[in-house]
């Protein structure tokens, strides 16, 4: 048996499980942490041994107890309640798999497992006095694939709270004992009790993750799916005849030397044809951002694609993290190739400054907002330093292929002379267009959000890559649409700097899930 961590449902931040100030009993030797993969470290895994001995078959329906801590203080007793007030959880693995706590879905009423139980109770009666929760029963689903064989398939655990003399023999009937409720002002001890059950299953080690695996109503992600598809094909639809009615029958007569005929029967976009491809201001941050942008781009496509081929189990704890660090670093030629290109096609000439920028920004703004949100955690960031170092040289690969290639080649010249920008409309301005257009892909993306959001917060296992896969796909037409719609509207009004709206426009939605995130996220980092 492993102990993995406390976490939080309306705070931010995951205790270590043997925190000295929640008093939790002690393996012999003090805890070992265990190793665990990168991906596992990044996610803020923190996996110890355990006290608990326990061995198959063994110990069937036996009260033991576990350990006697003497004087909790005050004061540890103030941070115990203020954590179960926040609804913190405790998490155990057995057998590599976590302990939870059987719950009913209210709509379905479908019984699934939801990964770890409560420190305590804070509910009814126990409002202003949360009662701890010292007593566990622990019960143990095994499968017999042969008369000799036995494998763990299931693990949950009914905690319980058993007041009364502590000093006295275990107590593991918690149904006539009064809660345990630590006091803020003396010191008390804590009994920790346990026991075991052994049920037989019916579910093979293959299924064994099915049951914590659960998609909650699936009819949600259909309907917001079929809303978001019926948005995506109208937009398309949109886009596609302003695409042959506007623009294709006019593109080609521009390419002429001589067009001073046609000037006073041109109107909207067709009057800065020859600006749109003019150098934008600070063309290398741009080309950086946009290159930086592919590579996450590939990186999550790929790890879409391992997630619905079945590569990442949740019994694989950490792979998620692991493959997309791992994809992120090997896509470095990615993004330097296409933020070299963009560079030179904008005109840039600090080559090596756009190479180096490409390979470093990304990384070291993580780190930045890494290190300052767990400034007081003390966050190691020796595993930023490996990623810069595999995606680095990469990185300086794709910029040099990217040069040898050249710039991209315009269709149309470039005038002379700027042309003067009338003053456009608000809803155009830079601020306002990029909140605007980011509306659709947020709709789109809503319902989805709420679950990853839930899974993150509420530590529960994410597993429905299918409708997550579909929804990405949903999101990235919407946002295409939308921005080479704005785009228009741009071009429409003259405005031909074009280039750094249009990415703002495309990342409009991202300001969106950040307030989303920020609104319905726990509050509490005490």
């Not at 996450?296 to 792979?319: D, E, H, Q």
Request: hydrophobic share 45%; net charge positive; glycine share 8%.
């Amino acid at each position: 048996m492993r102990s993995t961590t406390n976490d939080k449902v309306k705070s931010l931040i995951n205790y270590d499980y043997y925190n000295p100030k929640f008093r939790f009993c002690e393996p012999e030797g003090g805890p070992k942490k265990q190793p665990e993969s990168l991906g596992s470290i990044l996610f803020g895994d923190r996996i110890f041994n355990s006290p608990y001995g326990i061995k198959m078959l063994q110990d069937n329906d036996t009260c033991r107890t576990l350990c006697l801590v003497n004087d909790v203080t005050a004061e540890e007793a103030k941070f115990i309640n203020d954590r179960i007030r926040e609804d913190y959880a405790i998490n155990w693995l057995i057998d590599g798999l976590p302990a939870a706590e059987m719950k009913i879905e209210s709509k379905t009423k479908e019984l699934f497992f939801d990964m770890g139980f409560n420190l305590g109770n804070n509910e009814g009666k126990h409002q202003n006095l949360p009662a701890f929760n010292n007593h566990y029963e622990i019960v143990l689903r095994y499968h017999k694939p042969t008369p000799n064989t036995f494998r763990v398939v299931g693990v949950l655990v009914w905690p319980t709270s058993i007041g009364g003399t502590q000093t006295a023999a275990p107590n593991c009937d918690a149904r006539n004992a009064q809660p345990l409720i630590l006091s803020e002002d003396h010191a008390q001890d804590i009994r920790y009790t346990y026991r075991i059950s052994w049920n037989e299953s019916d579910t093979p080690w293959a299924t064994r993750w099915d049951n914590y695996l659960h998609i909650f109503d699936p009819r949600i992600h259909w309907f917001s799916l079929i809303n978001s598809i019926v948005v995506v094909v109208l937009l398309c639809a949109m886009v596609s005849m302003i695409l042959v009615r506007s623009v294709s029958r006019d593109i080609n007569r521009y390419n002429a030397i001589d067009i001073s005929e046609d000037v006073q029967e041109d109107w909207g976009w067709k009057l800065v044809h020859g600006e749109v491809f003019r150098p934008p201001a600070r063309p290398l941050p741009l080309s950086v951002l946009v290159g930086n942008g592919s590579q996450l781009a590939a990186m999550a496509s790929v790890t879409l694609v391992f997630a619905l081929l079945g590569f990442l189990s949740p019994s694989n704890r950490g792979s998620l993290a692991t493959v997309m660090m791992v994809c992120w670093s090997f896509f470095g030629s990615i993004g330097g190739y296409v933020s070299s290109r963009v560079y030179t096609s904008l005109g840039g000439a600090s080559r090596r400054r756009n190479a180096f920028l490409t390979a470093t920004a990304l990384p070291t703004f993580i780190f930045i907002v890494v290190f300052l949100l767990n400034f007081f955690l003390l966050y190691d960031g020796a595993d930023y330093r490996t990623m810069v170092r595999i995606s680095a040289p990469l990185s300086a690969l794709g910029s040099y292929f990217g040069a040898k290639h050249g710039a991209i080649q315009h269709p149309v010249r470039v005038n002379p002379i700027p042309r003067q920008i009338p003053p456009g409309p608000k809803y155009l301005k830079p601020w306002a267009a990029m909140l605007l257009s980011g509306i659709l892909p947020f709709g789109a993306a809503f319902v989805e959000l709420y679950f990853v959001m839930s899974s993150l917060f509420a530590s529960r296992a994410y597993y429905a890559f299918g409708f997550l896969a579909l929804t990405a796909g949903v999101v990235a037409l919407t946002t295409a649409t939308v921005t080479i719609l704005f785009t228009y509207f741009l071009l429409c009004a003259e405005e031909y700097r074009w280039h750094w709206r249009s990415f703002l426009i495309g990342g409009g939605s991202a300001v969106w899930i950040l307030a989303y995130g920020y609104s319905t996220g726990p509050r509490n980092s005490n």
